[in-house]
């Protein structure tokens, strides 16, 4: 949805009791605990679906576009969900309540199918309450028929489900079966007015298309209610007050019976504070529709004259609006209802959408359906003080139809009126309605999640959830993630798989209760890779041969897998193949698969879950060299063995049949390095460097040669006396490797 404004509650406290029942209450302000959306409605059609209603159908279908159009392009989207209604003698269905614009389009493409025809009247009445019953708080309920109502009797039915949902139905009729001083045709005029509704009584049924141009201008999330008259015919004028907040001026003018024959058509001018005529956007002759974009600021005036009895209804787009509420002393405590309640002791609260949008309330009056004053109630409302002051004593509440109108300036100091959006008539009480129109949700693992309880009241009422017919309460044992919001709605937090149940609410109040129908509730697991398991996934293969991965996957929905070499996801081929249960097989393997393989698994909870696995080609080795190494005893001595191969091989070192291992005198390093400390005379002879891999294995043998230093063992005789020409022998014996000389 879009951006809401956030919400000042400001309340004024008036009796509407009797006067000798309020002296005490006067001057009493009560701080609202209740918090309501602002914008999102049901936009609902309730369509007469006789074989006469044919060509009326086609332009419904048509118009269902344009008025989605229209509503998407809003900042704030004004709908939460959309509801289809069909209605003929003697069927009432709900074809479909969806919040879904497409599954709505299509509900119409296939309901929107013509049943019979001649029949009049039709069961109008049924299909208003059906679409009343499934439909949001301030919503728009738009009726196409052709024919009277024949179920005129569920009137009363209607009448209070209007006053509970503070909704509007607009009529758009294109017949009456000729009777319309007969009571088919009065309940529409009745149900209009009591709904702030309209009848559009069309000539021709062409003009079908040209009354949905009007719904398209009028659905919208800001809609304001200025002026609202139901009058007899004549000539009369009426100021509009154009503040500064208004964005969009809707003014529409209908008679409520049909202008055939020689009637004169109604005469209707719209003017602008310095005298600019507007033409209509719609004109229909009995139907004229003015609507304005950035009006200009100031007092307009409207005239009509009319042969025939008429409607006016003004409204604007603004983000300066009140909602009017009335609440019933009990104790020390009070509740919020939608009417005063007869024979109890009632105040009007009001509840302002935008403080910042208005400088003060000047007061408030009372109207009839003629907009006629029935009790002005000044106020004295700066919005500077946290509160109002009260400056009138209280009043009986109207036992009739009446208006509610908030008056006020603004920051230009320019009057502003705000009209409820439905006329009030005081009545008792009835039992609570929740309104079941959510669907089955889901919430992912560890999240949360919002249950909503949308209901009807005309007197406060509690909420209470179950989960599988067992009161929360009950079933969480005081678990925090459990908790119903002050608004009705349940958050359930940290969701585990044992949270998946069904759950529903049931509302409470002193004048009775209402179960929904149960909301079930799927916990969705992100995608979890099981194989291979991290950190496993190393993989070899022969040039030619075959190698194979494989992925699995659990989650909820059951997630789908694919691969990728590098980063760059591998597509099937007659040589490379995925499978369908996460098996990725290749033949005749080649140096270029070598790389770097990811299995993704993704299920549209939460993000993939990733693998990583590294395939090599292996070669065996195919060349290995010992380096030949001489040394003398007592030094060190090194044989270099080199080898190539993929991967890289393994080499040990072999003397004969016996492995060489590591020893304090002797170290062999998997580089190939072969090293002798203190190198002895023993140590001379053959050593085997063996290079190996999981491809094969190749060998190469080196000598190590040992050179001994030379030593005399037997030395001459350091003295000898000889006399002259005497021989003598000297002796010298040395050892050595090689031989000493």
């Known amino acids: 949805m879009g951006g809401r404004v956030p919400q000042v509650v400001l309340l004024i406290v008036v009796c509407v009791a009797c006067v000798s029942r309020v002296a005490a209450q006067v001057g009493s302000v009560v701080v609202a605990t209740q918090q309501q959306d602002w914008a999102g409605a049901t936009l609902s059609f309730a369509i007469d679906t006789t074989g006469s209603m044919y060509d009326d159908l086609l332009q419904v279908r048509n118009g269902v576009q344009n008025i989605f159009r229209a509503i998407s392009e809003q900042k704030e989207i004004p709908v939460l969900n959309y509801a289809l209604v069909t209605f003929h003698d003697p069927d009432v269905n709900l074809a479909t309540l969806t919040a879904d614009q497409t599954t709505f389009e299509n509900a119409v493409e296939a309901s929107l199918e013509v049943h019979g025809g001649g029949d009049c009247p039709e069961m109008a009445i049924g299909g208003i309450n059906l679409a009343l019953r499934r439909s949001l708080p301030r919503s728009f309920i738009f009726v196409f028929t052709d024919a009277s109502a024949k179920d005129y009797h569920l009137k009363g039915e209607a009448l209070s489900l209007i006053q509970e949902t503070q909704s509007q139905v607009i009529f758009v009729l294109t017949g009456d079966c000729n009777d319309q001083s007969g009571p088919g045709f009065q309940v529409f005029k009745d149900i209009a ?172 009056q009372l109207l009839n359906l003629a907009g006629v004053v029935l009790h002005d109630i000044p106020l004295n409302w700066n919005t500077s003080h946290p509160y109002p002051r009260i400056a009138h004593p209280g009043f009986e509440a109207p036992q009739q139809l009446f208006y509610v109108r908030v008056r006020g300036r603004d920051h230009q100091n320019m009057t502003f009126y705000r009209l409820t959006p439905t006329p009030v008539r005081p009545g008792q009480p009835s039992p609570p309605t929740v309104i079941d129109w959510l669907t089955d949700i889901s919430g992912e693992l560890g999240g949360s999640v919002q249950l909503r309880c949308d209901y009807r009241s005309l007197v406060q009422a509690n909420v209470v959830w179950f989960r599988d017919g067992v009161p929360i309460t009950t079933v969480s044992r005081n678990d925090p993630r459990f908790l119903v919001l002050a608004d009705g709605k349940l958050r359930v937090s940290e969701l585990s798989l044992d949270d998946a149940n069904c759950y529903h609410c049931q509302v409470v109040s002193i004048a009775g209760n209402d179960t929904g129908r149960p909301v079930c509730l799927e916990v969705l697991q992100p995608p979890r890779i099981t194989q291979p398991v991290a950190g496993t996934c190393n993989n070899s293969a022969v040039p030619g041969s075959s190698f194979q991965l494989q992925c699995r996957a659990v989650g909820d929905p059951t ?174 014996v040395a050892n050595g490797k090689p031989d000493a000389s």
Request: hydrophobic content about 40%; some cysteine.
């Open 559 to 732: 997630p789908t897998v694919r691969w990728e070499k590098d980063g760059v996801r591998i597509a099937s081929t007659s040589r490379v193949r995925i499978f369908s249960n996460g098996l990725l097989r290749v033949r005749q393997a080649r140096f270029s698969d070598n790389g770097r393989y990811t299995c993704l698994a993704e299920n549209g909870v939460g993000t993939p879950d990733t693998r990583d696995c590294y395939t090599q080609l292996m070669t065996p080795p195919s060349y290995t060299h010992v380096q030949d190494a001489t040394a003398i005893v007592g030094s060190t001595a090194t044989l270099r063995c080199t080898a190539d191969g993929s991967p890289a091989p393994q080499m040990t070192w072999w003397n004969g049949q016996d492995r060489i291992f590591n020893s304090t005198r002797i170290t062999s390093l998997p580089s190939g390095q072969l090293i002798f400390h203190s190198v002895e005379l023993n140590d001379e002879g053959p050593y085997t460097c063996v290079a190996a891999n999981p491809a094969g294995r190749r060998s190469s043998t080196g000598f190590l040669t040992v050179h001994v230093p030379p030593q005399i063992v037997v030395a001459p005789n350091p003295l000898y006396v000889l006399s002259v020409n005497d021989e003598f022998r000297l002796l010298c």
């Open 193 to 364: 007015a009591a709904s702030a509704g309209q009848i559009f009584f069309l000539r021709q049924k062409n003009e079908v298309s040209e009354v949905l141009k009007f719904i398209e201008i009028s659905v919208n999330a800001r809609q304001v209610n200025i002026l609202s008259v139901e009058t007899r015919p004549g000539r009369a004028t009426y100021a509009i007050p154009v503040d500064s907040s208004l964005q969009q001026l809707i003014v529409s003018v209908s008679t409520n019976t049909s202008t055939g024959g020689n009637v004169r058509l109604p005469d209707i001018r719209l003017m602008s504070p310095s005298g600019r005529e507007f033409i209509p956007s719609v004109d229909l002759g009995s139907v004229v529709v003015i609507n304005i974009t950035s009006p200009v600021q100031g007092w307009w005036n409207l005239l009509v004259d009319s042969p025939l009895p008429y409607s006016v209804r003004v409204k604007g787009v603004s983000l300066v609006d009140f909602k009017i509420h009335f609440t019933v002393a009990s104790g020390t405590q009070r509740v919020f209802i939608t009417r005063p309640v007869e024979g109890q002791p009632s105040f009007i609260v009001l509840q302002a959408s935008n403080e910042a949008g208005f400088r003060l309330v000047t007061g408030m």
